[in-house]
C-alpha cells in the first residue's frame, strides 16, 4: 500500500488475458451501485419520471401487454405495460 497525502491507497490488480496489471480504482467506480441478478418479476421503468396513472388494482391479474401505469418523464408520458402474464 502507498500513501498518497496521508492517506492509505489500496491498489486493486486487475487479470487481462493472463496479464496482471496493479491500479488505483476511483472514487466513481467504489461508489458504484453494485450489480444486480435480473429479476423477472419486477417492473422497472427505463427512465426516471411521476406516475401519472395507475391503471391496475392490487391483487388483480394482468397478462402480457396489458397497460400498468402512465410515467411522465421529460414532458412525455410513457405507457408502461406488463412484459409477462401475473398478479400485482
Known amino acids: 500500500m502507498a500513501k498518497k497525502d496521508d492517506k492509505k491507497v489500496r491498489y486493486a490488480t486487475l487479470t487481462i488475458d493472463g496479464g496482471k496489471y496493479k491500479?488505483?480504482?476511483?472514487n466513481k467506480y467504489n461508489n458504484r451501485k453494485k450489480y444486480e441478478?435480473?429479476?423477472p418479476k419486477l417492473v422497472r421503468a427505463f427512465l426516471p419520471g411521476?406516475?401519472?396513472?395507475?391503471m391496475v388494482k392490487p391483487k388483480k391479474k394482468i397478462s402480457?401487454?396489458?397497460?400498468?401505469?402512465?410515467?411522465?418523464?421529460?414532458?412525455?408520458?410513457?405507457?408502461?405495460?406488463?412484459?409477462?402474464?401475473?398478479?400485482?
Open 23 to 26: 491500479t488505483l480504482l476511483t
Open 37 to 39: 441478478e435480473h429479476n
Open 50 to 54: 411521476t406516475i401519472v396513472d395507475v
Open 64 to 88: 402480457s401487454g396489458e397497460p400498468l401505469l402512465i410515467l411522465e418523464a421529460m414532458k412525455m408520458k410513457n405507457s408502461i405495460v406488463a412484459h409477462i402474464d401475473g398478479k400485482v
